[in-house]
Every structure is written in C-alpha cells, then in structure tokens.
C-alpha cells in the first residue's frame, strides 16, 4: 500500500526557512520522479517542484526558484523540501505527490507572517 506521511511545516517569520518531509512506503521510491505542490483557498493545487528518482535533476516553478530546494534520500525513502527566504505569499498547504500510482501525501500548513 502506497503511503506519504509528511512532517514539518508551521508558522514562520518574513525570510525565514523551513523544511518540510515526506516519507514513503510501499512502492520502488527511487525509481520515481516525486513532486510538491501548494494550495491556497484561492489557488487550486500549484506545482513546486519535482525531481527525478536518482536526484540528480529537479525543476522549480518560477515563483520559488532560488529559494526552494527539492531533495530525496533514497536510502530512507524520504523526499524533502526545503524552503529558504520565505514570504507571505508562500502561505498554503503543501503536498508532496509520487509519480507511481499519484498519491498524495496529507498536506502540511505553512504560514509565513510576521
């Protein structure tokens, strides 16, 4: 049974970092491209980031490239998100997603205000 269960996320101060996890089971992790997206109420579910199952290439959306860095341990099957510079405007559930069967994980809040 595919399974993300995503950890991290909060409330953080104007160009502070946070990292988010998101831990995977029942399916080859690393030979799948894994992603992020956020949601806002009035956003319908943006893509982030992805990056393919070796690690070694992600792409960004324009709107965090340069602040965000998406990452995966294929040793512990855990794929990462970390997210520098943040601004109010990065407020939103983020939810990572697998490329095998297209599960979502849970979602996690992140607010960013001062």
């Known amino acids: 049974q595919v399974q993300l269960v995503q950890s991290g996320g909060g409330l953080v101060q104007p160009g502070r970092s946070l990292r988010l996890s998101c831990a995977a089971s029942?399916?080859?992790?690393?030979?799948?491209?894994m992603s992020w997206y956020r949601q806002t109420p009035e956003v319908e579910r943006e893509w982030v980031a992805q990056i393919t199952g070796s690690g070694d290439s992600a792409d960004y959306a324009a709107s965090v490239k340069g602040r965000f860095t998406i990452s995966r341990d294929n040793a512990k099957n855990i794929l990462y998100l970390q997210m520098d510079d943040l601004k109010p405007e990065d407020t939103a559930v983020y939810y990572c997603?697998?490329?095998?069967?297209?599960?979502w994980g849970q979602g996690s809040q992140v607010t960013v205000s001062s």
């Open positions: 029942g399916f080859p992790f690393s030979a799948y491209v």
């Open positions: 997603r697998d490329h095998f069967i297209g599960r």
